[in-house]
């Protein structure tokens, strides 16, 4: 009976996708029907609050702020993840040909985050009239035949597009950017985050405090007894910590929860990380880093935009790690190049938006979140 009550609950549950999926449409394109005639942006595939990760909603907080300083007097449109799938057909209604589309930063350009990456090439495909911009984003597909395929399917359909740029988020990716996509406009940036304020603190701890910023996903190329080993080998006080959360993180406290999280890292005297996010939050804090490989490029390359912050270390073994501890200790340097001068304010440029930028109609911005 319990089996057969499963069956008929999955089978009504389908019938109900397209009728739901319907009234999510008309609520999306109602929200928002009063900017179908203005030029505007459409900020896309942003996390949704089940996406627990602190590093990717701080991105979002980067990029808006980043969005409102270069785009002013655009209204945008932020569109998740869910949104920029169930809701397409809205989205196709509400945009015009001069609008410009902005895809989120992230790590899940490849075969290993296709959820995203199909979202991806969704919209790419389906608005072939506009100027699209993926912003900075590590690209890795693995060298199997799944990962082959996918690269394909990516590289037809972004081919496939005039008017595309895709920004790698390290040197490595920028360069497969480039072989996979000849005729977009393509380069490399450093992580967003890095464009949010700098914090420091004046408290210091009498007793040194490490924070361990661990990965305890398929990223990670540590196992759970090899963290224990890393706070085993460490001398001093240690915590251990993950930038993805146990609850999930709401569209209005996304500030509140960075805040948080910033805070913790400013009670730390040395963080040691496989996290991008947690080297980019320990940067933002002026706090020195040990930081560990993942299973891809994604630190292994990006630790190019840090090699000349002596703040900043790249343990090759977890043997190095307790000793590069101890250095980071001794360094009193902690400065940071100014990020959005040296990359992020030159990206209008870079992707040809000034004359988007001239033509706007200058008004009082307004701005949406869904």
Sequence with gaps: MKTFSRKISRKFKRLQAPLANSVQNLLFARSYRHL???????YALTPPP???????????????????KHFPGFPVIEVDKDQGHICLSAIQRLVQPDDLIFLHSGGNLGDRGKWSERMRREMISTFPGNQIVSLPQTIHFSDTPAGIEQKEKTRCIYSAHPNLTVIGR?????????ELFPNANTFC???????????SSETKNSHPKVL???RLDSESALTLEQHKEIGDSISYDCTYYDTTLPKSIDYKKRKSVLDETLELFLSADVVVTDRY????FTILCQKPCVVLRTVDHKL???IHWFKDMPQIKFAHSLDEVSGLVDECLKIENRESPDWSANFFDKIPELIGAQQNIKSARMKPDKSFTS
């Design 50 to 68: 089940y996406l627990k990760n602190v590093g990717d909603h701080a991105q979002v907080i980067a990029i808006r702020a980043w969005i409102e």
């Design 189 to 199: 940036m450093p992580d967003f985050v890095l464009s949010l304020p700098a914090r």
């Design 212 to 214: 361990l910023c661990l």
């Design 300 to 302: 292994t390359s990006a």
């Design 170 to 178: 390290d040197p490595r990716s920028g360069e497969i950017a480039t």
């Design 36 to 42: 179908r005639d203005e030029k505007k942006i459409i």
């Design 277 to 280: 996010h947690g080297l980019i």
